[in-house]
């Protein structure tokens, strides 16, 4: 026993210098750390354009947090071109490869959801694979995270980056709605004896795409199709269910179906003044931030259906041509810090989840995380339920496309 702890003191010297010299070795010209340095050095002076959603002031402020931060940080500026809807910014990068402009483009990163993504790489408009760069990829632990690698269905293959989790989630106040709806079954019952009370926004918009989408998952009588090309498929067969659902809800709705809401704003606004008792989001701050700014009653609650509900994550990718694709990389990298993440999820700030594995941050990351106060509607994350997965891109307009023939208003 003293021997050996004789010759762990003698070799503690060398074992020393050895830590010393291989801290201040030079990092090998192929290694990701000189690869990464590399980067960082051509991002200084770049001004990345950043395509996102403008639609949420709350956002807005968050993005321009985070451009203060990598111009302080890393000598790279950020503008924020804001978006009522991405396929404006496809649509672009589409017409500059028409136009054969392959460097230089206009759009350097895109917030991007699952239909868009999969037109991008159906078209050959990403660069990439560009993701594994990042050092702080690693932080969510790619291997065991399996649906950081699809988007919608996709297989991301490296080309975007996941920033953020969302679930679908229902709110009410529970001093009016003190057990809601659970189900899609449950939620027709209810509106049948309350009617008026619920609406759901106008398809095309994100959510009320999503709830036509959640409603299909729980009445399909076999979801598999839903995975797959909707061309693959008996679109009639297998949407029926929903049809008959809607057909038997429409006459109990606010306003008897005759209008819908626009937006998640809009339907919460209609909480707000009293006109509906039951109200959704994709994001579990909606109802928080409700509260906060007194549009909403201190009652009110999220809740979620029992057999679970959609969820999805959110991407950033970098088109084909972006102009400062170095800028863009490092904008990303400082998104996925544990730091830029960490206010991501607070609600004073957004209310954003997470893509982070809290098992990959130090002790003192991962306790901000489990201990952050998420305001008073907000599920404890262990009694969110099932996390449904969103059906293949191919069926969202093909939903839009039948839902508008049967139900818009002329």
């Known amino acids: ?28 010209a192929d290694s990701p750390a000189a690869e990464w340095s590399r980067v960082l050095d051509a991002a200084k002076g ?22 203060e931060q990598v111009s302080e940080r890393y000598g790279v500026e950020l503008v924020h071109v804001k978006l009522t809807d991405t396929a404006e910014a496809v649509a672009r990068v589409l017409a500059e490869k028409s136009a054969g402009r392959n460097e230089g483009g206009a759009i350097d990163l895109i917030w991007i959801n699952g239909e868009n993504f999969a037109a991008m790489k159906r078209n050959g ?14 932080l969510t632990d790619p291997a065991n995270s399996p649906d950081l690698a699809l988007d919608f269905g996709v297989p991301v293959e490296g080309l975007e980056m996941p920033w953020a989790r969302a679930r679908l989630v229902f709110y009410r106040d529970e001093a009016v709605l003190p057990e809601p709806p659970r189900s899609s079954d449950a939620l027709l019952a209810w509106a049948k004896a309350n009617p008026g009370r619920f609406t759901y926004p106008l398809p095309p918009s994100f959510l009320g795409t999503t709830f036509l989408k959640q409603v299909l998952l729980e009445r399909a009588s076999s979801v598999d199709a839903l995975y797959r090309p909707v061309a693959e498929g008996d679109f009639a067969s297998v949407t029926a269910p929903l049809w008959d659902y809607l057909d038997a809800l429409h006459p109990h709705l606010w306003r008897q179906a005759r209008s819908f809401p626009a937006n998640a704003g809009a ?72 730091e830029a993440q960490l ?31 998420l305001g008073p509607a907000a599920i404890p994350a262990d009694r969110l339920g099932a996390m449904l997965a969103e059906p293949h891109p191919s069926w969202t307009d093909a939903l839009e496309e039948e839902w508008n023939r049967r139900y818009a208003v002329r």
Do not use: C
Not at 126 to 136: K, Q, T, V, Y
């Open 46 to 67: 770049q001004t990345v354009y950043w395509n996102a959603w403008g639609g949420d002031p709350r956002i807005n402020a968050y993005i321009a947090w985070a451009g």
């Open 125 to 138: 408009l990403l660069h990439g694979p560009w993701i594994e760069a990042l050092p702080n990829h690693n």
């Open 267 to 338: 339907m919460r606004r209609l909480m707000s003044d009293g006109e509906i008792d039951i109200a959704f989001a994709f994001s579990q701050s909606e109802a928080t931030a409700g509260i906060e700014s007194g549009e909403l009653p201190e009652t009110v609650r999220n809740y979620v259906f029992d057999a679970g509900t959609i969820g999805n994550v959110s991407f950033l990718a970098i088109p084909f041509n972006a102009a400062h694709r170095d800028g863009a990389m490092v904008l990303a990298n400082f998104l996925l810090s544990p």
């Open 1 to 28: 026993m003293l021997l050996t702890r004789r010759l762990t003191f003698l070799a503690f010297p060398l074992l020393l210098a050895a830590a010393v010299a291989s801290s201040v070795a030079p990092a090998r």
């Open 343 to 373: 206010r991501k999820q607070d609600p004073e700030h957004w209310g954003s989840a997470t893509v982070l594995d809290l098992e990959e941050l130090t002790p003192e990351q991962a306790k901000a995380f489990r201990e952050m106060d």
